[in-house]
């Protein structure tokens, strides 16, 4: 059984930082990529961002471009999110996602990946 760890999520201040962290165990280790989406209420889960161990290719949602940076470490499988800037538009649920392997969804696409952790909590107040 797969499983992902996010923690470090938490209140901040509009233009403050945030690192989340996710670490994957078991079937979720072995992983060809990882990636960070999130969640505001009423609104649909949005990709923020992804890297390929396979490729070192790196991906963002365009709403994050610029601000936050994902990393990860693939000996350790954990996966970071370096949040600068952040907004109140920020404010969601996110989730780290790993992807075993290509299916042809892409990604930047939710449904390319097999395990989702639980997700944590940011919030960003004005």
């Known amino acids: 059984q797969g499983q992902l760890v996010e923690s470090g999520g938490g209140l901040v201040q509009a233009g403050g930082s945030l690192r989340l962290s996710c670490a994957a165990s078991?079937?979720?280790?072995?992983?060809?990529?990882m990636g960070w989406f999130r969640q505001a209420p009423g609104k649909e889960r949005e990709f923020v961002a992804a890297?390929?161990?396979?490729?070192?290719?790196?991906y963002y949602g365009d709403s994050v471009k610029g601000r936050f940076t994902i990393s990860g470490d693939n000996a350790k499988k954990t996966v970071y999110l370096q949040m600068e800037n952040l907004n109140p538009e920020d404010t969601a649920v996110y989730f780290c996602?790993?992807?075993?392997?290509?299916?042809?969804?892409?990604?930047?696409?939710?449904?390319?990946?097999?395990?989702w952790g639980r997700g944590t909590q940011v919030t960003v107040s004005s």
């Open positions: 890297i390929s161990w396979a490729s070192n290719n790196i």
């Open positions: 078991g079937r979720a280790s072995s992983v060809y990529a």
């Open positions: 996602a790993a992807d075993s392997g290509p299916t042809g969804w892409g990604l930047t696409n939710g449904y390319e990946y097999d395990h």
